[in-house]
């Protein structure tokens, strides 16, 4: 019912810049999280359907934006002064509904195949 194809990951130096796309189809609240080897899949940003309302794991906070564009079908992680930490996959993610726990992956049913981003120092 939803798809979702993430891209634009790659390799960076600390302190460099990155931006993410999902292409994200339906009226859905979507999500980004990123899994590092050894770890568990952690929450990174999300965005209402709107774009009007966002939010940030304190990780990311002021470095990374979510935005999308609902006319391209398209949601975006803007990722500014990476640093080696960042270093994982990215995932999309998409509900059909706003919910507060937003932060949770168990809470989302669709989600897209990955993308790689690696911050070297």
């Known amino acids: 019912q939803v798809q979702l194809v993430e891209s634009g990951g790659g390799l960076v130096q600390a302190g460099g810049s990155l931006r993410l796309s999902c292409a994200a189809s339906?009226?859905?609240?979507n999500s980004w999280f990123r899994q590092a080897p050894g770890k568990e899949r952690e929450f990174v940003a999300a965005i209402r359907w709107s774009g009007s309302m966002t939010y940030y794991a304190d990780s990311v906070k002021g470095r990374f934006t979510i935005s999308r564009d609902n006319a391209k079908n398209m949601v975006y992680l803007q990722m500014n002064s990476l640093k080696p930490e960042d270093t994982a996959v990215y995932y999309c993610?998409?509900?059909?509904?706003?919910?507060?726990?937003?932060?949770?992956?168990?809470?989302?049913?669709?989600w897209g195949q990955g993308t790689q981003v690696t911050v070297s120092s």
């Open positions: 993610a998409a509900r059909w509904d706003y919910i507060s726990t937003y932060y949770y992956t168990k809470n989302y049913k669709y």
């Open positions: 339906g009226r859905t609240f």
